[in-house]
């Protein structure tokens, strides 16, 4: 769930890894900060989620996904699916019965987002433009998707935060002797949160789930 601080020290350290080990030593300290809030929902056939983070270094960004149909009984005959790739309709046994789901999929993405979290994660909002991608999907008569109408919406979230304010911290390190050394360490708070998203005409819901947090840290590489 904490995306900005949950990566493994091996793998944010790879890159430095890789550089040459006699080009001579190389110090960096670096450090930064993170904010995100995450909510998803779900009921009457649809479900859904949204994460909008923003991050010192890179900015702001947002994922987006929404499916909305439902599960029916195929007629019996269904072709399966040639591409090995393409999904299959849901064999339930007992019996010969086969159920494809019959609907539509939304995902999308946007950059260049603005967040804005209360300091004790009160409140939160992020906003921006986002790419948004529909799908038909009619698993009962070999229809997967593939051909996606786009569209550029105003993405909206907003989230008021529930419940206490949780705090986290810790550290990492990794090492290689005499060629690599390097340590983290971070710090953040969290709090669970109710919210909406809305996304055009394609997505407007209210969470049933979701989550506020935001995290600093530090990071020393000696290579």
Same mark, same amino acid.
């Given at each position: 769930? $904490?995306?900005?601080? =949950?990566?493994?020290? #091996?793998?944010?350290?790879?890159?430095?890894? #890789?550089a040459?080990?006699?080009?001579?030593?190389? &110090?960096?300290?670096?450090?930064?900060?993170? $904010?995100?809030?995450?909510?998803?929902?779900s /009921? !009457?056939?649809?479900?859904?989620?949204?994460?909008?983070?923003?991050e @010192?270094?890179?900015?702001?960004? =947002? +994922?987006?996904?929404?499916?909305?149909?439902?599960?029916?009984?195929?007629?019996? *005959?269904?072709?399966?699916?040639v +591409?090995? !790739?393409?999904?299959?309709?849901?064999?339930?046994?007992?019996? +010969?019965?086969?159920?494809?789901?019959?609907?539509? $999929?939304t995902?999308?993405?946007?950059?260049?987002?603005?967040?804005?979290?209360? $300091?004790?994660?009160?409140?939160?909002? %992020?906003?921006?433009? #986002?790419?948004?991608?529909?799908?038909?999907? !009619?698993?009962?008569a070999?229809?997967? /998707?593939? !051909?996606?109408? @786009?569209?550029?919406? =105003?993405?909206?979230?907003?989230a008021?935060? &529930?419940?206490?304010? #949780?705090?986290?911290?810790?550290s990492?390190?990794?090492?290689?002797p @005499?060629?690599?050394? /390097?340590?983290?360490?971070?710090?953040?708070?969290?709090?669970?949160a109710t *919210?909406?998203? +809305? =996304? *055009?005409?394609?997505?407007? %819901?209210?969470?049933?789930?979701?989550?506020?947090?935001? &995290?600093?840290?530090?990071?020393?590489?000696?290579?």
């Amino acid at each position: 769930m $904490r995306k900005f601080m =949950a990566v493994p020290m #091996a793998g944010l350290m790879v890159v430095a890894i #890789a550089a040459p080990v006699l080009a001579g030593p190389n &110090v960096s300290n670096t450090s930064g900060t993170g $904010r995100s809030i995450y909510g998803e929902w779900s /009921g !009457d056939g649809t479900y859904g989620y949204v994460f909008a983070g923003e991050e @010192s270094n890179y900015g702001g960004f =947002a +994922d987006i996904y929404q499916e909305a149909g439902e599960w029916v009984l195929c007629e019996s *005959g269904t072709p399966a699916p040639v +591409d090995k !790739d393409e999904p299959t309709p849901k064999d339930t046994t007992p019996g +010969d019965e086969v159920y494809g789901f019959v609907g539509t $999929r939304t995902y999308g993405y946007a950059t260049e987002l603005h967040l804005t979290l209360s $300091r004790r994660l009160e409140m939160g909002t %992020a906003t921006g433009t #986002a790419e948004l991608y529909t799908e038909t999907i !009619d698993e009962c008569a070999g229809v997967y /998707g593939g !051909d996606p109408v @786009s569209e550029t919406v =105003a993405l909206n979230v907003t989230a008021t935060g &529930v419940g206490p304010l #949780a705090s986290f911290r810790g550290s990492g390190s990794y090492k290689i002797p @005499s060629e690599f050394n /390097g340590h983290q360490n971070y710090r953040g708070t969290e709090r669970q949160a109710t *919210g909406s998203v +809305d =996304a *055009g005409s394609a997505i407007n %819901a209210t969470f049933t789930f979701g989550y506020m947090n935001q &995290v600093t840290w530090t990071e020393h590489i000696n290579s």
